[in-house]
């Protein structure tokens, strides 16, 4: 047992370890005789070593080291180099982990609120300061809430807004730039660490240019890179304020992209899936594809309905009717869905819609290897009740865990 084993020995097995990948990483660069020179003393230290002989053991080291430095020009045993090497080690593992494993994603959108949150903005008056850089600190800490203000510097004089971008900083941060043309015709950006959904939708605060309705889908698209051009911006004055407020990162989920290859999905659980080949959905220009994230609320051969009930539900889009979910003829007794039922802690219910695929109350059949995809904050939820199951090929697989913010939905996902 290893934690039996003596200091000496401890010490002893890991420089053989050692020398075993300097062997398979500098290989080609030694010369043949001077390889066999350190096959030949690494297999007399094995030896020593599975006799337990110390005193031949610890004489062997110091030449063992020695032959190793010399086999290779120029090298030198470094801790720094070994600890890049296990730093890159544990890059490729984590890749693959990422490519075959788990997978993080972020929630970008309210439709499975309070069950997770997705990414949430709230204006800011000039009168209303933001807090101390600690407190800053710490909120982005624990609520993944950062503060922005973007503001024409004084010195750029009158320019006119003429585009607006989005792009992502190492795949994880989103930046958004209000691109001006200047007195000069010379470009000039603001920068914020900001989605241009949220910043046009709720943190713009100066004058707002008129955009069509195609440049609209592209600005609150959620994709990662956009660009929108403005060709009739509004002139500002130096000194105008354009954005301020604050924004709340979305739960960032980690999702088990193995489980659907040794267990059959679960009615009740909360899934990632893929858009490609959905006709209801369009993706914006440039996208082949999404991912969305929703609660399964019916398996393949499910009969769905949704049945009115006498509660009316406010949301964006106006009042609508409350409604009791219904699977093969009885109440979904799903831990998920009777939560969302419940109306209590912040759950409204799922609502009725009308739409090619549910109508009202009229029962939706699933055929084979089709799922239902529904969010819990149905009112303001773009999912299947309006464009149709999710076919099997397009699912990625369960949500587990919520990783950060860590408030207030750290831990496992129900």
Same mark, same amino acid.
């Given at each position: 047992?290893?934690?039996?084993?003596?200091?000496?020995?401890?010490?002893?097995?890991?420089?053989?370890?050692?020398?075993?990948?300097?062997?398979?990483?500098?290989?080609?660069?030694?010369?043949?005789?001077?390889?066999?020179?350190?096959?030949? =003393?690494?297999?007399?230290?094995?030896?020593?070593?599975?006799?337990?002989?110390?005193?031949?053991?610890?004489?062997?080291?110091?030449?063992?080291?020695?032959?190793?430095?010399?086999?290779?020009?120029?090298?030198?045993?470094?801790?720094?180099?070994?600890?890049?090497?296990?730093?890159?080690?544990?890059?490729?593992?984590?890749?693959?982990?990422?490519?075959?494993?788990? *997978?993080?994603?972020?929630?970008?959108? #309210?439709?499975?609120?309070?069950?997770?949150?997705?990414?949430?903005?709230?204006?800011?008056?000039?009168?209303?300061?933001?807090?101390?850089?600690?407190?800053?600190?710490?909120?982005?800490?624990?609520?993944?809430?950062?503060?922005?203000?973007?503001?024409?510097?004084?010195?750029?004089?009158?320019?006119?807004?003429?585009?607006?971008? *989005?792009?992502?900083?190492?795949?994880?941060?989103?930046?958004?730039?209000?691109?001006?043309?200047? +007195?000069?015709?010379?470009?000039?950006?603001?920068?914020?660490?900001?989605?241009?959904? *949220?910043?046009?939708?709720?943190? &713009?605060?100066?004058?707002?240019?008129?955009?069509?309705?195609?440049?609209?889908?592209? =600005?609150?698209?959620?994709?990662?890179?956009?660009?929108?051009?403005?060709?009739? +911006?509004?002139?500002?004055?130096?000194?105008?304020?354009?954005?301020?407020?604050?924004?709340?990162?979305?739960?960032?989920?980690?999702?088990?992209?193995?489980?659907?290859?040794?267990?059959?999905?679960?009615?009740?659980?909360?899934?990632?899936?893929?858009?490609?080949?959905?006709?209801?959905?369009?993706?914006?220009?440039?996208?082949?594809?999404?991912?969305?994230?929703?609660?399964?609320?019916?398996?393949? &051969?499910?009969?769905?309905?949704?049945?009115?009930?006498?509660?009316?539900?406010?949301?964006?889009?106006?009042?609508?009717?409350?409604?009791?979910?219904?699977?093969?003829?009885?109440? #979904?007794?799903?831990?998920?869905?009777?939560?969302?039922?419940?109306?209590?802690? +912040?759950?409204?219910?799922?609502?009725?819609?009308?739409?090619?695929?549910? *109508?009202?109350?009229?029962?939706?059949?699933?055929?084979?290897?089709?799922?239902?995809?529904?969010?819990?904050?149905?009112?303001?939820?773009?999912?299947?009740?309006?464009?149709?199951?999710?076919?099997?090929?397009?699912?990625?697989?369960?949500?587990?865990?919520?990783?950060?913010?860590?408030?207030?939905?750290?831990?496992?996902?129900?």
């Amino acid at each position: 047992m290893p934690f039996l084993k003596p200091g000496w020995m401890k010490k002893a097995i890991n420089l053989s370890n050692g020398v075993k990948k300097f062997v398979q990483y500098n290989r080609d660069l030694m010369t043949p005789a001077k390889l066999e020179h350190v096959k030949a =003393l690494h297999a007399r230290f094995d030896l020593a070593l599975r006799h337990r002989n110390k005193d031949e053991t610890t004489a062997l080291e110091t030449e063992l080291i020695k032959s190793c430095e010399g086999a290779v020009p120029h090298y030198k045993s470094s801790p720094v180099k070994e600890n890049i090497e296990v730093i890159v080690v544990a890059i490729v593992v984590a890749l693959g982990i990422r490519a075959y494993f788990l *997978q993080p994603f972020k929630i970008p959108t #309210a439709s499975m609120q309070p069950t997770l949150n997705g990414i949430t903005a709230r204006a800011m008056p000039e009168t209303e300061a933001f807090p101390n850089a600690v407190v800053q600190g710490i909120e982005y800490i624990v609520k993944g809430r950062n503060y922005v203000e973007m503001r024409v510097p004084q010195d750029w004089g009158s320019v006119r807004l003429v585009g607006i971008r *989005q792009r992502t900083r190492a795949k994880f941060f989103t930046i958004s730039d209000l691109v001006f043309m200047d +007195g000069g015709n010379q470009e000039r950006v603001l920068t914020g660490y900001v989605p241009t959904r *949220q910043m046009w939708e709720d943190l &713009w605060v100066g004058p707002k240019p008129q955009i069509n309705r195609d440049n609209y889908v592209t =600005l609150t698209s959620g994709v990662e890179t956009l660009a929108v051009a403005v060709p009739a +911006g509004p002139v500002v004055p130096a000194g105008t304020l354009m954005v301020r407020g604050f924004i709340d990162t979305g739960d960032q989920v980690l999702v088990n992209k193995m489980a659907y290859h040794f267990r059959r999905p679960t009615r009740g659980e909360v899934f990632v899936f893929s858009t490609a080949g959905i006709t209801g959905i369009t993706p914006p220009a440039g996208v082949d594809s999404q991912h969305y994230i929703k609660r399964l609320t019916a398996l393949p &051969w499910d009969e769905l309905k949704l049945t009115q009930t006498e509660t009316i539900v406010t949301s964006p889009s106006g009042q609508q009717a409350n409604a009791i979910l219904n699977i093969n003829g009885t109440r #979904a007794v799903e831990a998920g869905p009777n939560r969302v039922m419940s109306l209590q802690n +912040g759950y409204q219910g799922y609502t009725m819609v009308n739409s090619p695929f549910v *109508q009202g109350e009229q029962p939706l059949m699933l055929g084979s290897k089709q799922y239902m995809a529904m969010g819990d904050n149905s009112a303001n939820s773009f999912d299947s009740r309006m464009w149709g199951p999710v076919p099997e090929e397009n699912l990625v697989g369960p949500a587990l865990f919520v990783y950060w913010p860590f408030l207030p939905h750290f831990g496992l996902i129900r």
